[in-house]
């Protein structure tokens, strides 16, 4: 059946809409856009007050399975996507068995197909068993439907590898993107390596021991002329080198995430909150400065979350020995709303730049637009909705959020995928 959205403020700056109009959708695609549309026989939804925009993307997810369904599976991820309002999301490959083959790929493909409640692109692991030692079958991924390559996790210690990595995946014509990280600097480093690391008595992670890494990748993306994407983005030096190589003209972007963005190493002090204990650590508040300022300046490509899930009982014990991550599908689009479009430092159109155009375009997906004949792949929010962000309220099973408490301006309430709907209301449809 005809679906109509009738009176949202449409904001896609690809085509250059920002203003209230309808859109009408018809068997998976959008079949109109325009001003007091009518369709007979169509479902229509009033969306008056509401923002609607190209579905979002979350190009850097961990739906943990198979292997660590007691964090989260592929059904409570892709829910908690939906949730959050998101389309789809680029599911890493680190988990047991390593998404390191073709069967990986097609397994978490299929069972997205199965229970998934968002589209979910896998991405293949650039070394086989994450071990930065063994190239990975990544033609056999691509022919599953892998949409990039990533050892995410864990940064290729060995630059003859990464070397390799990169004039193998090229071929492929498929974005490698890294977690940069020497094990030689950073060791079993907790938290960023400076005052706060001294005062809390933790072993320091040092920004060196993420730059040098981002520098040599850049410099073998020079070598190789693969296109290379930095992951989660820390610090304000990594970011000058990004910037360098982008003036450069090299094929190099970069992603950050909303808790490095908002959240600085001060959180930890004095609260060894296990939820705060991610990787890359959070930074200082300099750094969190910069990579505003990065987003509004565009030397940032994207905003993802690197949804970590853990159980709790993992999260609760000693620092040291809690895992890295934290959550993040269900709250990014509110702290963004909230801490960048609220207060004025990027506009609608940037958001949605950041959050669905790029993601789509460095992972060489098919465009989303508010258009005729594009895929209706649809997110819809309401900016106003004033919420605080509880764990229980989650539709993930994890609760390391590190922003539980926050009170926060701005919500996703309708989701569709291909027009089909995923949450409406902001009540994700079973
Ligand atoms: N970011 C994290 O702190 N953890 C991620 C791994 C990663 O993204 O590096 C995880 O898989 O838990
Ligand atoms: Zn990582
Ligand atoms: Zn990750």
Redesign the pocket.
Known sequence: MALLLKNAHIVDPVVELDGVADVLIEDGKIAAVGEGLKAEGAEVRDMTGKYLVPGLVDMHV?LREPGFEHKEDIESGTRAAAHGGFTGVCA?P?TDPVCDNGVAVGYVRARAAEVGKCRVYPAGAMSKGLKGEILSEMGDMVAQGAVAFTD??RGVQDSGMMRRVMDYGKMFGKVMMV?CQDDGLVGAGQVNEGVVSTRLGLLGWPAEGEEIEIARDIALCRLTGCPLHIQ?ITTARGLDLVRAAKEEGLPVTCEVTPHHLFLSEDALDGTYNTSLK??PPLRTQADCDALIEGVADGSIDCIVT?H?PHADWEKAHEFEYA???MTGLETSLALVLTNLVGKGIIDYGKMVDVMAIAPREILGLEPVKIAEGSVADITVFDPTIEWTVDGEGFESKAHNSGFIGAALTGRATDVYVGGVATMVDGKVVD
Request: glycine letters at 14%; charged letters at 15%; hydrophobic letters at 30%.
């Open positions: 961990h890493m680190n995410d996790g977690h989660h991610v990787n690197d970590a895992p890295f991550g």
